[in-house]
């Protein structure tokens, strides 16, 4: 650091206290929400922006000439640059879907009109179902081969055998950029120079990542990313779709309807450019809206200081657990995410976060849909505490001890 530059901080309590759920109790206990890579909770700028769209200032967007229009087109395209400038994009190459999952769908199936018989689809096995599934379907229907990069026994992605995978039939390299059960973080840049050297596609599932990690999409030089609001504190219902322009340019459209096209007549429909192309219909207004108040609230944060602080508290339950004999730990691959996944030798994690709920603490238990994975662990299940910035060492504390109460309960 220069000298003089300013020093960033992150308060977590004073960011906590703009979570009213937060201040809730749950079986008489106090919160203590650790199922963030699920979905996170919401601010109260992320409310009030939603309520405020929808008791002061609403209609449709793009159609209306009249003041409500104008009003509300205005805060779905600002929530259209906030998206922009926080992943450095550009503003046509933002595509709203109702989530990421849908997103992944959009470039699958648009794809997918030019896969043929005997194409490569390379995934890895750390890949959450939305990013398996819909090129399953593209396996099905046009006969592509879909292939599995490995996942070492840390749970870093293997690179090498990654590279022996992408080939001249390859046509789409899709990789998550943060693993949402092993907190893997994939190097998705150098990922996307092997697939472009081979004339392939990149798409980078960033659900996880652009929560946790600074996003320059420029610097990744992906021709694909998605994520989705609900994760980075903005509400359900409402997703992104990033491509380079000349990516979406190419693609066909994925729905039909009203918005979508320049031009219809009883023989001929003429699209409209990206990224109208890709919004039929109306588009989720008010969850954009609530998603843009969110990224502007994480935007005021340094995102340094915030994944140090995320780090500290994986760092912390890690470190309190890791000498546990019945403790085992899935993933651990060096400068991964602040997810904790594990299991507990002699219990089901049902059964685990069942119990940890009755102390208020809220976990994920099960695949955490990533069934391909939890295969090559030799698991049906596992138990996941992921934190967000709002969390608190007490937060910590408060799990690794009723997870040793929980423990108990099965000698």
Same mark, same amino acid.
């Given at each position: 650091m220069a000298d003089g530059a300013p020093v960033m901080t992150f308060d977590a309590l004073a960011a906590r206290a703009q979570f009213p759920i937060l201040s809730r109790q749950v079986n008489g206990k106090p919160l203590v929400?650790?199922? =963030?890579?699920? #979905?996170?909770?919401?601010?109260?700028?992320? &409310?009030?922006?939603?309520?405020?769209?929808?008791?002061?200032s609403y209609a449709n967007v793009h159609r209306g000439l009249h003041t409500l229009a104008n009003e509300t087109t205005e805060a779905y395209e600002g929530a259209r640059r906030s998206v922009a400038r926080f992943l450095n994009a550009g503003e046509d190459e933002i595509v709203f879907t109702k989530g990421g999952t849908e997103a992944i769908n959009l470039v699958a199936s #648009?794809?997918?009109?030019?896969?043929?018989?005997?194409?490569?689809?390379?995934?890895?096995?750390?890949?959450?179902? #939305? =990013?398996v599934v819909p090129w399953h379907l593209l396996r099905e229907r046009r006969g592509a081969v879909l292939r599995f990069a490995r996942v070492l026994d840390d749970g870093a992605l293997d690179m090498d055998h990654? /590279?022996?995978?992408?080939?001249?039939?390859t046509r789409v390299v899709s990789i998550t950029q943060m693993s949402n059960v092993l907190g893997t973080i994939n190097p998705v840049a150098e990922i996307a120079g092997l697939a472009h050297a081979v004339g392939a596609v990149m798409v980078v599932d960033g659900c996880q990542g652009a929560v946790h990690l600074p996003v320059d999409l420029k610097a990744l030089d992906c021709d694909f990313y998605v994520?989705?609001?609900?994760?980075?504190?903005?509400?359900?219902?409402?997703?992104?779709?990033?491509?380079?322009a000349e990516a979406l340019s190419a693609l066909p459209p994925y729905q039909g309807g009203g918005e979508m096209i320049e031009s219809v007549t009883e023989d001929t429909v003429r699209y409209a450019e990206p990224p109208r192309r890709f919004e039929a219909g109306t588009p989720p207004i008010l969850e954009? &809206?609530?998603?843009?108040?969110?990224?502007?609230?994480?935007?005021?944060?340094?995102?340094?200081?915030?994944?140090a602080h995320e780090t500290a508290l994986y760092?912390?339950?890690?470190?309190?657990?890791?000498?546990?004999?019945?403790?085992?730990?899935?993933?651990?691959?060096?400068?991964k995410g602040a997810i904790l996944a594990f299991t507990v030798d002699g219990a089901h994690a049902h059964d685990i976060a069942q119990i940890l709920d009755r102390y208020g603490v /809220?976990?994920? /238990?099960?695949?955490?849909? /990533?069934?391909?994975?939890?295969?090559?662990?030799?698991?049906? #299940?596992s138990i996941r505490a992921s934190f967000a910035l709002y969390n608190t060492f007490e937060d910590v504390d408060i799990f690794v001890d009723a997870l040793g109460k929980a423990r108990t309960f099965f000698q």
């Open positions: 929400y650790l199922d =963030n890579a699920a #979905s996170s909770q919401k601010p109260r700028a992320v &409310i009030d922006a939603m309520a405020g769209a929808m008791s002061g #648009s794809i997918g009109q030019s896969i043929g018989e005997g194409d490569e689809i390379v995934v890895s096995q750390m890949e959450h179902h #939305s =990013n990654l /590279a022996s995978l992408i080939g001249p039939r994520c989705t609001g609900h994760k980075l504190y903005g509400p359900t219902g409402i997703g992104v779709l990033y491509g380079k954009a &809206i609530g998603l843009g108040a969110a990224i502007e609230w994480l935007s005021a944060f340094d995102r340094a200081a915030v994944e760092q912390r339950a890690f470190e309190a657990l890791r000498g546990h004999d019945w403790f085992r730990p899935l993933g651990t691959a060096p400068d /809220a976990v994920r /238990a099960g695949q955490h849909c /990533a069934e391909p994975l939890m295969s090559r662990f030799g698991l049906t #299940s």
